[in-house]
Nanobody, 122 residues
């Protein structure tokens, strides 16, 4: 069974940094695309970043490009999201996900973590 376990969320001030982690089991990175999505209250879940396990190819939403970095560690079966220069608008529940192909649409991902809250104060 595929399981994704997230950690690293918290409360930071604007301009600060957080590093989210997603530990995966039951899958191999080479066979999946791993993504981060976020959902703020009253808003639809939106794409943040993704990484292709086989070749470490990455993709970012325009709103986070240049500030966030997604990376993977195949040996540890873990994907990370390094978030720098955080803004209040980044406040959301962040979800780790895994799917069979590259997509910016959350409905096309197959597995999900429990979510971790990120709150950025102004």
């Amino acid at each position: 069974q595929v399981q994704l376990v997230e950690s690293g969320g918290g409360l930071v001030q604007a301009g600060g940094s957080l590093r989210l982690s997603c530990s995966a089991s039951g899958l191999t990175f080479s066979g999946y695309v791993l993504g981060w999505f976020r959902q703020a209250p009253g808003k639809e879940r939106e794409f943040v970043a993704s990484i292709m396990g086989s070749g470490f190819t990455t993709m970012y939403a325009d709103s986070v490009k240049g500030r966030f970095t997604i990376s993977g560690d195949n040996a540890k079966n873990t994907v990370y999201l390094q978030m720098n220069s955080l803004k209040p608008e980044d406040t959301a529940v962040y979800y780790c996900s895994a799917g069979s192909f590259v997509s910016r649409t959350y409905r096309e991902y197959d597995y999900w973590g429990q979510g971790t809250q990120v709150t950025v104060s102004s």
